[in-house]
């Protein structure tokens, strides 16, 4: 079976489970209706059985699952039905499905445990997990937390909460399995059948000095093909990516898609070995980035539940809805300007829409383009004179090939030669306006330190709306009135 369709059959196996966890929980609310509309002992004692049965049902159907499923699931479940089914998650669990939710159902879920079963929680992950749950934790909880670790533990746990949000650091693992170049493989095999499992994603062991000095790394593939008395320097391979906690973690992704990796060892300045990261961070990291900057683009300040309260999602969108009603009101006393000109031709009003329109597809297609090649860091802000050109090329021969035929369109069905005329004209200034603003806007914002992703195609459609009618009915009043 192909990979394509192993992941379309666990895409609908999660669709089943999700659907069999819904049915269950409408047959529990459904007994608890019942129960609560009749009266007496029995009906009482019935309800009861019944409802235990449709709840031992769901955690049976949820034990087997993996955290990420269950978390797919909670994610999906309205928030009264949501903590049904966390209530029935094993407390082993909790952390592990902690780590997979989003921020915004996380915050659900902390909110309805009490801080004892938080510090369980939080017991139950490896240090640089934990590092990732303890800003959404209550102060209290964060302090028996810290309590209940070892002080290698702490210090582990204090160095991943000092590194900012985008850097290495973050995403670094303290899990890892070191040797020495001066023995041979098969004190190394000894050595690693100590353990009961290796650590996830190790592909490589790290070969270092009494000092914790990185020398090289010893690929496991090496390590088994290999006669078990040579010793650990012969083999090992001393030209390897390694990265440093202040280093970028978007860098350290381009490294990874690059050269393949699956981990790379984090060094400090000095040389010595501090961490490591492994290829599932950096997945999530890219798929935490692509849903930020998706989020951006239509003007979200974060990620949402989307079974949040109403409160909670105004005050998510309420800025960029602020900043859009402004425009529209400028695009509306736009088209106010032109009143005159659109009473004498009314034909104007059918077609303005139309130039708006294919300028603000351009121009958010611009913006995309550009977006995504700063994130991959192949746009610097000094190459906008370059980019711009290129792009005012290609929305000068966009321009002229659709306005024309939209000219053409325009004189079939009213008639007017110089309607066609200026119909093309303005398409083509539109998307000349578009080009210009989608190279412009994320690029000046990277220059001054801002996202060049958040509310792009905001103002991008701002722009080619008032910019549109204000092209198409200027002209139209020069040379059509």
């Known amino acids: 079976m192909s990979e394509e369709n192993q992941l379309s059959d666990s895409d609908e196996e999660l669709q089943e489970h999700l659907a069999e966890v ?43 699952m993996h955290p990420a499923d269950v978390a797919y699931i909670l994610e999906a479940l309205p928030l009264d039905e949501r903590l049904i089914v966390w209530d029935l998650v094993k407390a082993e669990r909790d952390g592990d499905i902690l780590l997979e939710v989003s921020d915004a159902v996380r915050e659900t879920l902390i909110e309805s445990m009490a801080p004892t079963e938080l510090v369980a929680a939080a017991e139950s992950l490896d240090t640089d997990e934990l590092a990732d749950l303890v800003p959404d934790l209550p102060q209290d909880v964060v302090a028996d937390v810290f309590k ?74 090496i390590l088994l093909v290999n006669e078990v008395d040579v010793e650990v320097g012969a083999l090992m391979q001393t030209e390897f990516v390694e990265l440093e906690p202040d280093d970028l973690a978007d860098e350290a992704a381009k490294a990874f898609e690059r ?17 490591r990261v492994t290829v599932n961070a950096v997945v999530d990291l890219i798929r935490e980035e692509a849903d930020s900057e998706q989020l951006a683009q239509a003007g979200l300040r974060e990620e949402e539940d989307i079974f949040a309260s109403v409160w909670d999602s105004v005050k998510n969108r309420w800025a ?103 119909m093309t004209a303005a398409m083509t200034l539109n998307l000349l306006l578009a080009a210009s603003a989608g190279v ?11 996202d060049p992703a958040v509310g792009g195609s905001v103002m991008i459609t701002a722009l080619t709306d008032s910019g549109g009618f204000f092209i198409f009915l200027g002209l139209a009043t020069l040379f059509l009135m």
């Open 320 to 422: 960029w809805l602020a900043i859009n009603l402004v425009t529209a009101f400028v695009a509306s006393r736009v088209i106010g300007a032109f009143e005159g000109s659109i009473e004498k031709l009314v034909a104007l009003a059918a077609l303005m829409p139309i130039v708006a329109g294919i300028g603000g597809n351009s121009g958010n297609q611009t913006i995309t383009m550009i977006v995504r090649a700063i994130a991959m860091g192949q746009v610097q802000p000094d190459a906008m004179r370059r980019l711009l050109r290129k792009e005012l090329g290609v929305a000068t021969i966009n321009g002229l090939i659709w306005g024309g035929l939209l000219g053409i369109a325009a004189w079939w069905l009213y008639g007017s030669i110089a309607l066609g005329a200026v």
């Open 148 to 221: 209940s670790l070892s002080a290698e533990e702490r210090e582990q746990l204090r160095a991943a909460m000092s590194y900012p949000e985008e850097s290495v650091g973050s995403i670094m693992d303290f899990d890892m399995v070191t040797v020495r170049e001066d023995v041979t493989l098969e004190v190394v095999l000894r050595y690693l059948r100590l353990f009961d499992e290796l650590p996830d994603h190790t592909d490589q062991l790290f070969v270092v000095d009494r000092d914790d000095r990185i020398k090289g790394v010893l690929p496991l593939n």
């Open 440 to 450: 412009g806007i994320p690029l000046l914002r990277e220059r001054f330190g801002a």
């Open 22 to 64: 819904q049915t269950l929980l409408a047959r529990h609310k459904l007994v608890e209706d019942l129960v609560q509309r009749q009266e007496g002992p029995r009906h009482d004692l019935v309800g009861d059985i019944v409802h235990k049965q449709h709840l031992n049902e769901l955690q049976r159907r949820l034990e087997p």
């Open 259 to 275: 050269y393949d990796l699956v981990s790379a060892p984090v060094v400090d300045p000095a040389g010595k070995l501090v961490g």
